[in-house]
């Protein structure tokens, strides 16, 4: 049931994503920024969830409505005032960005954090099962320790073959494997993983899109939402 809930949960936080990213430049232009400052000086005295209301009523995240009004408020750096809000001078404008802050489960510091809370968890859970199994590694925090900069969250000392494939790293992801996802990764890590250390399996705990595994299979990127109890360990 947890497994199930934390695969809803996260297609629908990837959904929430696109859309903010789809939407973000129509909320920074001049215009938008100024008929946000406006309506904001005419709710300045509402209650602490003004802004978080009303960030969710024009479809826009609580925090970066909060950014909008913020870089056109204060002189100071926005993104530090994010991070410590009690240095904001305005204090209904303090309690209102304290608020948004504490509510805002996509783009606020909570959300990130239990991001990586889960993903250390699924990791952990990767390690333990290859351990199990008796498979060599090196985690990320040891391929770091030896100077690597872009490094997989597991190395295999010895390859493996998982369904006719040879392995040589592994990648966890605690998240949905879609395919706008799965390109971007690909360009961001996956093929460096691939030039540096060969062929691959990439491990998207809670599912994948179909295409996604048939994509990249081939090409030396394997794609599955579980590591198989049954592989081959292949001599080096």
């Known amino acids: 049931k947890q497994w199930y809930q934390r695969r809803v949960?996260?297609?629908?936080?990837?959904?929430?994503?696109?859309?903010?990213?789809?939407?973000?430049?129509?909320?920074?232009?001049?215009?938008?920024?100024?008929?946000?400052?406006?309506?904001?000086?005419?709710?300045?005295?509402?209650?602490?969830?003004?802004?978080?209301?009303?960030?969710?009523?024009?479809?826009?995240?609580?925090?970066?409505?909060?950014?909008?009004?913020?870089?056109?408020?204060?002189?100071?750096?926005?993104?530090?005032?994010?991070?410590?809000?009690?240095?904001?001078r305005d204090p209904m404008l303090r309690d209102q960005v304290r608020h948004c802050l504490d509510v805002d489960v996509e783009c606020g510091p909570g959300s990130d954090l239990i991001k990586m809370a889960v993903g250390d968890q699924y990791e952990e859970v990767l390690q333990d099962q290859l351990t199990l199994m008796g498979i060599p590694f090196l985690?990320?925090?040891?391929?770091?320790?030896?100077?690597?900069?872009?490094?997989?969250d597991i190395l295999l000392t010895t390859p493996i073959a998982v369904d006719g494939?040879?392995?040589?790293?592994?990648?966890?992801k605690a998240s949905f494997g879609d395919e706008q996802s799965h390109r971007q990764y690909l360009r961001e890590q996956y093929w460096s993983y691939w030039n540096r250390f060969g062929p691959g399996l990439v491990v998207y705990w809670f599912g994948f899109v179909e295409e996604v595994a048939l994509e990249t299979r081939e090409k030396g990127v394997v794609v599955m939402d579980h590591l198989p109890t049954k592989v081959q360990t292949l001599l080096s």
Do not use: F
């Open 139 to 152: 985690s990320e925090g040891g391929l770091r320790d030896k100077g690597y900069d872009k490094t997989p």
């Open 165 to 172: 494939h040879v392995v040589n790293w592994i990648e966890s």
């Open 9 to 88: 949960r996260a297609i629908q936080s990837q959904q929430i994503q696109k859309r903010l990213k789809r939407t973000a430049h129509l909320h920074k232009s001049a215009r938008s920024q100024a008929e946000h400052v406006q309506w904001y000086k005419s709710v300045s005295n509402g209650p602490v969830d003004a802004i978080a209301k009303h960030a969710t009523a024009i479809g826009i995240s609580p925090v970066m409505l909060a950014r909008c009004i913020l870089e056109q408020t204060e002189t100071s750096n926005v993104a530090q005032l994010l991070r410590d809000p009690d240095t904001i």
